[in-house]
């Protein structure tokens, strides 16, 4: 430690690293369980396998996954789906076409919730759209971008034969001008991403399952 001229105290190199390490503390002290990660002058990116927290309620019924969307174009997407042997029907290919369907600039994570209907405890036996939505919303879940559902697509290729998924998002219109969501499914002609026909008054199986997304952490860096 020395003093100049001035009679000001200069920082040295070990009074910065002193002082680094009192705002490492401190950062450790708001945010638990993020101590081990060192300040470099940007937020830290969560570790992927480390789900961000679900709502007492939904806990141990739903399935949590980590994807990656953004940093394709449409047109990408689609290239990609057909190279990888994936089925895609005229609905959904319209809907990606449509203009409402975006995709973001640069990639970034998002965190999946995989539910059944049943899972969010609506009274009705078969719950309309409307309701799913804002009993999951009520539970802190998102709609999903619409990307989701080719990204998704493309990254799980190792879905159950037999299973079919719902994503929750904004419908968007197919070619015959019928608001449509992204549907995933697996049957007997492969691994399937199709376009289907959904209002908020269409009632819903208990079992038919539906991916909702997390909101986004503040602590996610986007990846270059």
Known sequence: MERGQSGLRKMGDNDLADQQAEIQRQFALRHSGMSDIPLKGKLPERPVGEPLRLHPFLEGKVRQEIITIGGKTTQELLAELTQGGFRVSSYARSMMENPSFTTLPNPEQRDLVRLHVKDLGLKRDYPRTDEIYQKAQDLG????????????????????????????????????????????????????????????GNAWDPEYGFVFTLPASNFRLLKA
């Open 141 to 200: 879940l998102e709609l999903c971008p619409a990307e989701v559902g080719p990204q998704y697509r493309l990254q799980n290729k190792n879905q159950p034969l037999g299973e079919w998924l719902a994503v929750a998002m904004k419908p968007i219109p197919a070619s015959a001008g019928n608001p449509c969501v992204f549907r995933l499914g697996h049957g007997g002609g492969g691994l399937w991403l199709y376009g289907s026909w959904t209002e908020p």
